[in-house]
């Protein structure tokens, strides 16, 4: 009895597992940038996308993002947002190391000295305001190909789940958005839709807990995918998404255009 136990116990840690290590992190950060400032901050994301990529084939990160932003809660808010993909969520907590950014920059810029690539990156810092920095973790996607290149259209849709009704809320994501978006990938109304739950504690006073990530391959797909109204959806249909509404507060959405991708 106590092998089989044994036994069983470790075939559920290896679903676990196996589980988790198909999980993805991200790390979503919003930007400020000052008018005088955007030169710069461009010169810089040029500059730090080369070390990413260095990231990326040490298995330090499984993918880097940059966006910009055409919509929001306020058009002078963020400008930019970078969304930096882990695969495992202590990486995810303690990112990338300064001596690791140094190691990396140095072996993509080989003219550049120690001191000289510590300065380099803090100027990079400098020239933006990080004014929020979120911790997601995806907890469901749709079935596709999409290919993440520059130029994609997508639009970052925060949440926050009624109190009480946090399992009814991602509930209905998965069993009642889920599928209507599937449909829209299917008739190529759509590229991709991913569900992210914040990875950090919170309270009653959180500004968020969830993020849909909505991906399209120009503003001609998104537009059509706007008018999109699915004929077949029955009543009980219809019934399930309008509950579905009731179980969330839609925050904000921003519309965002990918500038880079590294994977």
Known sequence: MRKL????????????????QERKYLVFEFMKVE???????????????RIYQKAVEKGDITGWDFWSLKS?????????????YYDDPVKM?????????????????DTFDDNQMIQMLKDAEASRDLAVRSYMEEIART????EMKPGVLASFDLMKAVEGRFEDYEQAEMEVFQPFHQKRIDNDLMGGWRLLRTALPFGSEA???HMTMN?????????????????????????????????RDQKWVYLATLEKAVR
């Open 72 to 84: 929001g809660t306020d058009s002078g808010e963020f400008q930019y947002v970078t969304v930096t």
């Open 35 to 49: 008018t005088g400032n955007t030169i710069n901050y461009m010169d810089h994301k040029d500059f730090l996308e």
């Open 207 to 209: 500004k968020s807990t």
């Open 93 to 109: 907590m303690t990112g990338i190391s300064l001596p690791k950014m140094v190691e990396y920059g140095r072996d993509v810029y």
């Open 215 to 247: 991906f399209y391959r120009d503003y001609m797909q998104f537009f059509n995918s706007m008018e999109y109204e699915d004929l077949e959806a029955s009543e009980e249909d219809k019934e399930a998404v309008e509950k579905g509404l009731q179980s």
């Open 5 to 20: 136990t044994l036994l069983l116990l470790a075939l559920s840690l290896n679903v676990v597992l196996a589980f988790g």
């Open 143 to 146: 079935d596709t190909e999409f």
